[in-house]
């Protein structure tokens, strides 16, 4: 069964350092997802994409995250100036189309900590 | 914006029994879907069930089913006969088919143990 894998697992940076979390979707799907959860805490939304360009974005997605998909493959996340704030669960999510009730697929999460 | 709200932080159920955890929601919308996913210590999320707003028949999976009351703006899940591997947390999600991004909007959760 196709699912959605991201890199790496555990990603642990020092305060001020740029990450970037990868996630590769489900190979035939369109539509792509940033979610994260802070320990303990319930998982929130950060960012959508769909065709090259995100189409919605959450307060938490500031001008320190960005997305590409910068193959036909991956779709990354990146930090650029890490804060301590920013330690939390981060999970990836595809899903096919917009015009079925298609269910968003989730990675199973790379858990970022940020010394 | 909507809200999705789980008030039982944590619950147990006997094996082989019923349990039922709440959710509710806020909404304007008259679209829309809810689901329940399940989170093990893993922490992969796992889609456990979905309703769509406009059908009235309550949906089911295997062991799983729901009470979907939309005037109420309630969605329980129903886990029936309950085994040691349905122990994690369990999130309540509403997801939206007004916006471009149909992003999920999670409730806070709810742990489950199940007690052999």
């Known amino acids: 069964e196709p699912e959605v894998t991201q890199t790496p697992s555990h990603q642990v940076t020092q305060m001020g350092q740029e990450v970037i979390l990868r996630c590769v979707p489900i190979?035939?799907?369109?539509?792509f997802y940033w979610y994260r959860q802070i320990l303990g805490q319930k998982v929130e939304f950060l960012v959508s994409f769909y065709n090259n360009e995100i189409s919605e974005k959450s307060e938490i997605f500031d001008d320190q995250f960005s997305v590409e998909r910068p193959d036909g493959s991956n779709f990354t996340l990146k930090i650029r100036s890490t804060k301590l704030e920013d330690s939390a669960m981060y999970f990836c999510?595809?899903?096919?189309?917009?015009?079925?009730?298609?269910?968003?697929?989730f990675g199973p999460g790379t858990r970022l900590t940020v010394t | 914006a909507q809200t999705v709200t789980q008030s039982q932080p944590e619950m147990s159920v006997q094996e082989a029994e019923t349990v039922t955890l709440s959710c509710t929601y806020d909404?304007?919308?008259?679209?829309?879907?809810l689901f329940w996913y399940k989170q093990p210590p893993s922490r992969q999320m796992i889609l456990v069930i979905r309703?769509?707003?406009?059908?009235?028949q309550n949906a089911t999976e295997n062991r799983f089913s729901v009470n979907f009351q939309k005037a109420a703006k309630s969605f329980s899940l129903k886990i029936s006969d309950s085994q040691l591997g349905d122990a994690a947390m369990y999130f309540c999600?509403?997801?939206?088919?007004?916006?471009?991004?149909?992003?999920?909007?999670f409730g806070g959760g709810t742990r489950l143990m199940v007690k052999p």
């Open positions: 309703q769509e707003a406009y059908k009235q």
């Open positions: 190979s035939n799907h369109l539509y």
């Open positions: 909404t304007s919308e008259s679209d829309y879907y």
């Open positions: 999600a509403y997801r939206s088919n007004y916006n471009a991004g149909n992003m999920l909007t």
């Open positions: 999510a595809s899903r096919a189309t917009s015009g079925t009730p298609s269910e968003q697929y």
